[in-house]
């Protein structure tokens, strides 16, 4: 075979390679040449609108400030825009049109033919883009499954978070995008709090009661036992304080305090709230007061008094608790009264606080310094006598005393969930049991524990039964 062949023969192999892979190659992306062509036409299919004269076919959804392209059943030659602050309309050609949102709102486009015919009718609404809005959302808070669509072009937040402070926040964010969001999300697991509060009145020298010496050694603040160098205007609050940093018992110090009378507990509410919402509480009462209404009439209405709490709890992540606590006391102030005609309207002392702080489950904190100083005059004198003029000074005497009161507010946060179906809650009375009549005649006993039956009568079961035992006559057929 020469030269010339030989190059006749490769260049045949070479084209039939060539023809071979480009065939390979048409093969292979025809599938993904009919996925696309296939998915534009659904794209296309999403965006037509079918025109009818006689009725208002579909309605489009358009996000504010983008433009969609709409392809419409049949050609017209004219389009009549309702409301042209709300949509923009521009033909494109005879079966399309690109309408731009410029306002949240809706409006209705009339599209018509070249005899100026109705073609057809079609509404345009033009709202918040929620796709961009949901990405967002979905970037920021993973853990959140947040979907967002509109409501009358108002946004609407649905679905589930995690906890009351991611819903808080997804609707803060949703929020930067229109301020008029509604919500309807819930919590997966809506967690409890439970909050213990003490409300604790004792003397501002309530320290020197417990016989606390306070010194202080550069930083450090140090307590021992004895009455020596007591610091006197040390209010109690700040003695609680230093205590519960030191580890004391906060009970055994104010059982020992009310057992020397320098110190009482107000209340000792304990309320449950869900996260995020507020629970109160109120012991005390009302006073009516006179108030002046229309046509010269007088209504009564009620003002509140006494020991009162507000809190609302949000559970943080990790179990952190924010807490926002309103406590306050008050009492009624016979001294300074307001005459309102012949009606005395007492006046109110009250001491008020307000604070947030961000505890952990069990964690305590204390409020003190709300103090109250009360000054009385006594005065001692013998009848007749001491009213004499001159020599009646002799057989009367007057005292001063002032008291200063120091209200400290003890509050704990829990996480509290509730019991199973069937379990059955403990009480203080389950280790006791009521006396009969030997155990109150003969051992004198107003309650028995358990320890003290299976001395005296072993077993409870074989213990005799206890109250009143009724024999009622029996009930017979026609009596």
């Not at 399309?96 to 509404?123: H, M, N, P």
């Not at 943080?316 to 005395?344: C, M």
Request: net charge neutral; no cysteine.
């Amino acid at each position: 075979m020469n030269t010339k062949q030989s190059n006749l023969v490769g260049w045949a192999l070479f084209r039939r390679a060539t023809i071979s892979w480009l065939v390979a190659l048409l093969a292979l992306s025809s599938p993904l040449a009919s996925i696309a062509a296939s998915e534009a036409q659904a794209q296309a299919n999403k965006r037509l609108v079918k025109l009818s004269p006689n009725e208002r076919t579909s309605q489009v959804l358009v996000p504010l400030g983008k433009s969609e392209n709409i392809r419409t059943s049949a050609g017209f030659a004219d389009v009549v825009v309702g409301d042209p602050e709300i949509a923009d309309v521009m033909p494109l050609t005879d079966r399309t049109l690109s309408v731009l949102g410029r306002k949240v709102g809706l409006t209705r486009i009339s599209v018509y033919g070249e005899g100026k015919q109705l073609v057809g009718v079609f509404d345009v609404e033009v709202s918040h883009d929620t796709n961009a809005i949901a990405g967002a959302i979905r970037a920021q808070f993973p853990e959140a499954k947040v979907r967002v669509s509109t409501v009358n072009g108002r946004i609407m937040l649905s679905g589930v978070v995690p906890d009351a402070v991611t819903l808080d926040k997804a609707l803060q964010f949703a929020k930067q995008f229109s301020p008029d969001v509604i919500n309807s999300m819930s919590v997966a697991q809506p967690q409890q709090v439970l909050l213990e509060v003490r409300f604790i009145e004792a003397s501002r020298n309530a320290g020197r009661e417990l016989g606390i010496r306070w010194d202080v050694a550069g930083n450090n603040l140090l307590a021992t036992a004895g009455t020596a160098g007591v610091l006197s205007g040390t209010p109690f609050g700040s003695v609680l304080g230093r205590l519960i940093d030191r580890g004391v018992k906060v009970d055994a110090m104010i059982n020992a305090l009310e057992e020397k009378g320098v110190a009482r507990r107000l209340a000792e509410p304990n309320l449950v709230a869900l996260s995020g919402d507020t629970a109160s509480f109120l012991a005390g009462g009302e006073f009516p007061f006179p108030v002046a209404s229309q046509f010269n009439q007088v209504t009564i209405q009620f003002k509140k008094f006494g020991v009162g709490l507000a809190f609302t709890p949000t559970v943080l992540s990790h179990g952190l608790i924010n807490l926002k606590i309103e406590p306050e006391v008050s009492q009624l102030d016979p001294t300074n009264v307001v005459q309102v005609g012949n009606i005395a309207v007492p006046s109110l002392i009250v001491r008020r606080a307000s604070t947030t702080i961000e505890l952990r489950d069990g964690q305590s904190f204390a409020i003190a310094g709300l103090l109250q100083a009360t000054n009385s005059t006594t005065a001692d004198q013998l009848p007749w006598i001491a009213e004499v003029p001159v020599i009646g000074s002799l057989f009367r005497s007057a005292s001063f005393q002032k008291r200063e009161t120091d209200l400290v507010i003890i509050v704990t946060p829990r996480l509290v969930r509730p019991t199973r179906p069937g379990d059955v809650l403990r009480t203080p009375l389950d280790a006791t049991v009521p006396p009969n009549d030997n155990d109150l005649f003969l051992y004198g006993k107003m309650e028995m524990t358990a320890a003290d039956v299976r001395k005296l009568y072993g077993p409870i079961t074989q213990r005799s039964q206890v109250g009143h035992q009724l024999d009622l006559p029996e009930i017979t057929n026609g009596h």
